[in-house]
C-alpha cells in the first residue's frame, strides 16, 4: 500500500516495464587478472547490464552471444529454466561475490561450461526460427 500511495507501484500487467519492454538472454566471459567465468542473464540493455554487477576495476567482460526477445518476461523464462537445469554446474556464490560486489553473483558458470551453454542457446534461437 506504501509503495501505491508514494508513486512505486507499476502494473506489471497494464504498464511498461522491463518484463514488458524488448529484452535479451545474454552470455557473458567475464575475466579479472587470471580469473575467468561465464555468466548468463537477461536484460534490456545488454550492454548497459555488466556495469551493474559491482566488478572490479580492469574487469573485461566480453559478450558471446545475445538473443533478443519480444519481452523481458519472455527472456526471463528462458534464463531461469536453464539455471534450473545447470543448477549444480554454477560457481558459489560465495566465491563469486567477492568479484560481483552489487550483483550478478548467483548466476556464474565456469568457462568449461561454454559450448554446453552455447549449444542450449544455439538450440533456442534455431527453434525460435522455425
Known sequence: VVSMREGYFS???CEESSRT???NVYLFHIKVDSDEWLKL???????YRASGYGLPQGAEVTTIY?????TG?????VETDIHSRFKRKRLSKKQMAAF???SGFNECYPVTMLDTLLAELEALKSS???
Request: net charge positive.
Open 100 to 102: 560481483h560486489a552489487k
Open 128 to 130: 525460435r526460427a522455425s
Open 11 to 13: 502494473c506489471q500487467t
Open 21 to 23: 519492454l524488448p529484452s
Open 41 to 47: 542473464g537477461y536484460a534490456k540493455s545488454v550492454a
Open 73 to 77: 518476461n519472455e527472456a526471463r523464462a
Open 66 to 70: 545475445r538473443i533478443p526477445f519480444a
